[in-house]
């Protein structure tokens, strides 16, 4: 497991993670998450959806425009 990348804290990001948990149906599949939140810039986290193992992010990118919060 990668240390997750630094990000602004309090920001939405669109981000591509993968689970690598052997025998997931997801195991080595880009997951897109369509809004991250970072929280505070470093204890963010995405989990798989098929098997709830947290997931490495591979990418992730600030949205431009944030999504605007109720
Ligand atoms: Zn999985």
């Given amino acids: ?7 602004e ?5 669109y981000a591509e993670a993968v689970c690598h948990t052997v025998g ?5 599949i880009i997951m897109k998450v ?3 939140y970072s ?3 470093s204890t ?3 989990f798989c959806g098929l098997c709830s193992s947290k997931a ?3 990418t992730a990118t600030k949205l ?3 999504p605007v919060v109720e």
């Fill in 39 to 41: 929280n505070d810039g």
């Fill in 34 to 36: 369509p809004a991250l």
């Fill in 24 to 28: 997931c149906p997801n195991q080595d």
């Fill in 44 to 46: 963010y986290a995405v």
């Fill in 1 to 7: 497991m990668s240390t997750p990348q630094a990000l």
């Fill in 64 to 66: 431009d425009p944030q």
């Fill in 9 to 13: 804290p309090a920001t939405f990001y």
């Fill in 56 to 58: 490495e992010v591979v």
